[in-house]
Protein backbone atom coordinates (compact mmCIF):
# COMPACT_ATOMS: atom_id res chain seq x y z
CA UNK A 1 0.00 0.00 0.00
CA UNK A 2 1.22 3.42 -0.71
CA UNK A 3 1.69 6.15 1.87
CA UNK A 4 0.42 8.66 0.33
CA UNK A 5 -3.41 8.68 -1.35
CA UNK A 6 -4.83 11.40 -3.64
CA UNK A 7 -8.21 11.90 -1.72
CA UNK A 8 -10.92 12.99 -4.15
CA UNK A 9 -14.28 15.37 -2.91
CA UNK A 10 -17.01 15.18 -5.47
CA UNK A 11 -20.67 15.85 -5.25
CA UNK A 12 -22.92 12.58 -5.57
CA UNK A 13 -21.03 11.77 -8.80
CA UNK A 14 -17.70 9.71 -7.39
CA UNK A 15 -18.25 6.49 -8.55
CA UNK A 16 -19.01 7.79 -12.00
CA UNK A 17 -16.10 9.92 -12.43
CA UNK A 18 -14.04 6.41 -11.00
CA UNK A 19 -15.69 4.36 -13.51
CA UNK A 20 -14.64 6.82 -16.17
CA UNK A 21 -10.99 7.20 -14.94
CA UNK A 22 -10.26 3.59 -14.94
CA UNK A 23 -11.71 3.69 -18.60
CA UNK A 24 -8.74 6.02 -20.17
CA UNK A 25 -5.97 4.40 -18.53
CA UNK A 26 -4.17 1.09 -18.51
CA UNK A 27 -3.39 -0.82 -15.62
CA UNK A 28 -6.27 0.81 -13.84
CA UNK A 29 -9.74 -0.38 -11.72
CA UNK A 30 -11.97 0.28 -9.31
CA UNK A 31 -11.03 -1.48 -6.28
CA UNK A 32 -14.24 -1.21 -4.53
CA UNK A 33 -17.37 0.84 -3.45
CA UNK A 34 -18.47 1.57 0.01
CA UNK A 35 -22.29 2.25 -0.18
CA UNK A 36 -24.40 3.98 2.30
CA UNK A 37 -28.30 2.91 3.61
CA UNK A 38 -29.88 4.42 0.27
CA UNK A 39 -27.30 1.80 -1.52
CA UNK A 40 -25.39 5.41 -3.49
CA UNK A 41 -21.71 5.09 -3.69
CA UNK A 42 -20.24 7.18 -0.02
CA UNK A 43 -16.73 6.25 -1.09
CA UNK A 44 -14.83 4.61 -3.89
CA UNK A 45 -11.44 3.51 -3.72
CA UNK A 46 -9.67 3.31 -7.41
CA UNK A 47 -6.01 3.05 -9.44
CA UNK A 48 -5.02 5.07 -12.61
CA UNK A 49 -1.93 3.52 -14.01
CA UNK A 50 -1.28 1.36 -10.73
CA UNK A 51 -1.51 4.83 -8.23
CA UNK A 52 -4.16 4.25 -5.21
CA UNK A 53 -6.71 7.31 -5.25
CA UNK A 54 -9.83 7.64 -3.05
CA UNK A 55 -12.74 10.03 -3.84
CA UNK A 56 -15.89 10.48 -1.55
CA UNK A 57 -19.17 12.25 -2.29
CA UNK A 58 -18.81 14.41 0.48
CA UNK A 59 -21.77 16.55 -0.74
CA UNK A 60 -21.49 20.56 -1.88
CA UNK A 61 -19.43 21.58 0.72
CA UNK A 62 -16.50 21.90 -0.94
CA UNK A 63 -15.60 21.64 -4.71
CA UNK A 64 -12.55 20.82 -6.81
CA UNK A 65 -10.37 23.00 -7.75
CA UNK A 66 -7.46 23.76 -10.16
CA UNK A 67 -5.31 23.94 -6.91
CA UNK A 68 -4.39 20.07 -7.87
CA UNK A 69 -4.52 18.48 -10.67
CA UNK A 70 -3.14 15.33 -12.42
CA UNK A 71 -0.55 15.45 -14.09
CA UNK A 72 -0.55 12.88 -17.17
CA UNK A 73 3.10 12.13 -18.73
CA UNK A 74 2.59 11.42 -22.47
CA UNK A 75 5.10 10.27 -25.19
CA UNK A 76 3.38 10.80 -28.26
CA UNK A 77 0.57 13.92 -30.21
CA UNK A 78 -1.41 11.08 -30.23
CA UNK A 79 -1.35 10.29 -26.37
CA UNK A 80 -1.88 14.00 -26.04
CA UNK A 81 -4.74 14.28 -28.27
CA UNK A 82 -6.14 10.96 -26.66
CA UNK A 83 -6.28 11.89 -23.43
CA UNK A 84 -7.19 15.62 -24.36
CA UNK A 85 -10.39 14.74 -26.33
CA UNK A 86 -11.66 12.34 -24.23
CA UNK A 87 -11.14 14.20 -20.62
CA UNK A 88 -12.78 17.44 -22.49
CA UNK A 89 -15.34 15.91 -23.80
CA UNK A 90 -19.10 16.31 -22.61
CA UNK A 91 -18.96 19.59 -20.05
CA UNK A 92 -15.36 19.39 -19.97
CA UNK A 93 -13.22 22.63 -20.47
CA UNK A 94 -9.97 23.54 -22.20
CA UNK A 95 -7.26 25.87 -20.20
CA UNK A 96 -3.99 27.15 -21.28
CA UNK A 97 -0.94 25.30 -21.54
CA UNK A 98 -2.18 21.71 -21.11
CA UNK A 99 -4.34 22.12 -18.87
CA UNK A 100 -8.35 21.32 -18.30
CA UNK A 101 -10.90 20.31 -16.49
CA UNK A 102 -12.92 17.49 -16.65
CA UNK A 103 -17.11 17.33 -16.71
CA UNK A 104 -16.55 16.29 -13.21
CA UNK A 105 -14.45 19.34 -12.10
CA UNK A 106 -10.91 17.29 -11.68
CA UNK A 107 -8.26 20.08 -12.94
CA UNK A 108 -5.65 17.52 -15.23
CA UNK A 109 -2.35 18.66 -17.39
CA UNK A 110 -1.79 16.61 -20.35
CA UNK A 111 2.13 17.05 -21.05
CA UNK A 112 4.10 15.24 -23.67
CA UNK A 113 7.19 14.29 -22.13
CA UNK A 114 9.06 16.62 -24.92
CA UNK A 115 7.93 19.79 -23.23
CA UNK A 116 10.25 18.96 -20.41
CA UNK A 117 13.06 17.71 -22.44
CA UNK A 118 12.77 20.95 -24.93
CA UNK A 119 12.57 23.57 -21.81
CA UNK A 120 15.49 22.06 -20.10
CA UNK A 121 17.57 22.56 -22.79
CA UNK A 122 20.58 24.62 -21.92
CA UNK A 123 20.89 27.13 -23.86
CA UNK A 124 18.07 29.05 -22.85
CA UNK A 125 17.22 30.76 -25.64
CA UNK A 126 15.95 27.64 -27.43
CA UNK A 127 14.28 26.96 -24.11
CA UNK A 128 12.60 30.46 -23.74
CA UNK A 129 11.24 30.17 -27.29
CA UNK A 130 9.54 26.80 -26.44
CA UNK A 131 7.76 28.51 -23.26
CA UNK A 132 6.50 31.11 -24.95
CA UNK A 133 5.01 28.82 -27.57
CA UNK A 134 3.72 26.69 -24.78
CA UNK A 135 2.30 29.84 -22.73
CA UNK A 136 0.06 30.19 -26.58
CA UNK A 137 -1.18 26.71 -26.69
CA UNK A 138 -4.29 25.15 -25.67
CA UNK A 139 -3.56 21.23 -25.76
CA UNK A 140 0.26 21.16 -26.20
CA UNK A 141 1.42 20.41 -30.04
CA UNK A 142 4.70 18.49 -30.24
CA UNK A 143 5.57 19.91 -33.58
CA UNK A 144 4.69 24.06 -32.58
CA UNK A 145 7.59 23.23 -29.51
CA UNK A 146 10.13 21.48 -31.76
CA UNK A 147 9.41 24.10 -34.50
CA UNK A 148 9.93 27.11 -31.87
CA UNK A 149 12.89 25.52 -30.39
CA UNK A 150 14.37 24.48 -33.81
CA UNK A 151 13.99 28.50 -34.90
CA UNK A 152 17.56 30.90 -34.98
Known amino acids: MQKI?????????AEEAANFYVSLFEDSSVLNVSRGPDGKAFTVTFQ???QAYYALNGGPHYSLTPAFSLFVHCKTQEEV??????LCANGGQ?????WLVDKFG?????IPDTLGELMGD?????AGRVMQAMLQMNKIDIQGLQQAYAQQ
Open 5 to 13: TPFLWFDGN
Open 48 to 50: LAG
Open 81 to 86: DHYWET
Open 94 to 98: ESRCG
Open 106 to 110: LSWQI
Open 122 to 126: PDPAK
